[in-house]
């Protein structure tokens, strides 16, 4: 892998099993901030508020690089810990994980925790799939309807995403490769002479 490409979760996905009658159900996202995983994980909690545990999970690659596990409830480094070292093992990065639990009336034990909520982030990996991604920045791009197909047919031509909305202006709404974005930058600049508004 280049120096700047890191590995996360391609979709949310869900996997639930049960060991001696408690379910996990391991929840996992692909996340840009901080603040998008602790939004995941209370979104979850909300959704499972009657679950006995929701031990939530994040790594995200910020400024600086950010995990945090929590065990919810459960015995000390039986939950939390666990599901954060598999996204360390396995190197995934910007993604929220949340592992619920509903007690089945039997005590699994540390060690028997410690391998469900694992086994939970491995299957919810696994559903979700890994790829490989790059530091991406988002771009506000205000242009004139005059200079509005330009700008279309460079972002098109460097292939990034992006939303278009057209009102008094035309408002493009990009996501950029951080390597890429100063030559989009200056393509956008040259081709409209200085008149698109970048943020």
Do not use: C
């Given at each position: 892998?280049?120096?700047?490409?890191?590995?996360?979760?391609?979709?949310?996905?869900?996997?639930?099993?049960?060991?001696?009658?408690?379910?996990?159900?391991?929840?996992?996202?692909?996340?840009?901030?901080?603040?998008?995983?602790?939004?995941?994980?209370?979104?979850?909690?909300?959704?499972?508020?009657?679950?006995?545990?929701?031990?939530?999970?994040?790594?995200?690659?910020?400024?600086?690089?950010?995990?945090?596990?929590s065990d919810d409830g459960e015995p000390a480094g039986s939950a939390g810990?666990?599901?954060?070292?598999?996204?360390?093992?396995?190197?995934?990065?910007?993604?929220?994980?949340?592992?619920?639990?509903?007690?089945?009336?039997?005590?699994?034990?540390?060690?028997?925790?410690?391998?469900?909520?694992?086994?939970?982030?491995?299957?919810?990996?696994?559903?979700?799939?890994?790829?490989?991604?790059?530091?991406?920045?988002?771009?506000?791009?205000?242009?004139?309807?005059?200079?509005?197909?330009?700008?279309?047919?460079?972002?098109?031509?460097?292939?990034?995403?992006?939303?278009?909305?057209?009102?008094?202006?035309?408002?493009?709404?990009?996501?950029?490769?951080?390597?890429?974005?100063?030559?989009?930058?200056?393509?956008?600049?040259?081709?409209?002479?200085?008149?698109?508004?970048?943020?």
């Open positions: 892998m280049a120096d700047n490409t890191y590995l996360t979760v391609a979709e949310r996905a869900r996997a639930s099993f049960e060991v001696t009658g408690s379910e996990f159900i391991g929840h996992i996202a692909p996340v840009e901030s901080t603040e998008r995983a602790e939004a995941f994980v209370d979104a979850i909690e909300t959704e499972f508020d009657d679950a006995t545990h929701n031990v939530p999970a994040y790594r995200v690659r910020a400024d600086p690089f950010r995990e945090w596990s810990k666990p599901a954060l070292n598999v996204l360390q093992q396995e190197e995934i990065e910007n993604v929220a994980v949340v592992v619920t639990r509903y007690y089945g009336g039997t005590n699994l034990g540390v060690g028997g925790l410690a391998r469900a909520y694992s086994r939970a982030v491995k299957d919810a990996l696994d559903a979700a799939g890994v790829v490989e991604e790059r530091p991406h920045e988002r771009l506000s791009i205000t242009v004139d309807y005059d200079d509005s197909g330009t700008v279309r047919g460079i972002l098109e031509s460097v292939g990034v995403e992006f939303d278009a909305s057209y009102d008094e202006h035309v408002v493009f709404e990009v996501r950029v490769p951080v390597e890429d974005a100063p030559t989009v930058r200056d393509r956008l600049r040259s081709a409209t002479s200085g008149r698109a508004d970048i943020e």
